[in-house]
């Protein structure tokens, strides 16, 4: 369980920083990076927790993943400045999948 907890936080924070980097890119691609994000970490805490207590992998976080991805990859920089927090979103994005996966594998292991 110790494990679990470590990749949970370790999410989470990756999560929190992929916010913060998606914050400072310009609307509409902000705000709609945004939401997802909150989705995605509403659904985990309202119910994928709940079913990881009982030994079932959530699959459908999923979906809302691939959103944010979408939008990252389809984004085109118009500044140097955008440049750099797309790339730095991007690397916090990637570091969150694997975190993600991380996660969703040691929970899979408990059971």
């Known amino acids: 369980y110790q494990d679990v907890d470590k990749r949970v936080t370790e999410e989470s924070v990756a999560l929190a920083a992929l916010y913060r980097d998606c914050s400072s890119l310009p609307s509409p691609y902000s705000d709609s990076l945004k939401l997802y994000l909150k989705q995605y970490t509403r659904y985990v805490i309202d119910t994928a927790w709940a079913l990881q207590s009982k030994g079932s992998v959530p ?53």
């Open 59 to 111: 699959l459908r976080g999923v979906q809302t993943v691939n959103k944010v991805q979408r939008l990252l990859y389809s984004y085109e920089p118009q500044t140097i400045r955008e440049a750099n927090i797309h790339k730095e979103a991007l690397s916090q994005y990637n570091k969150f999948v694997e975190l993600r996966r991380l996660r969703l594998s040691v929970i899979a292991q408990v059971y």
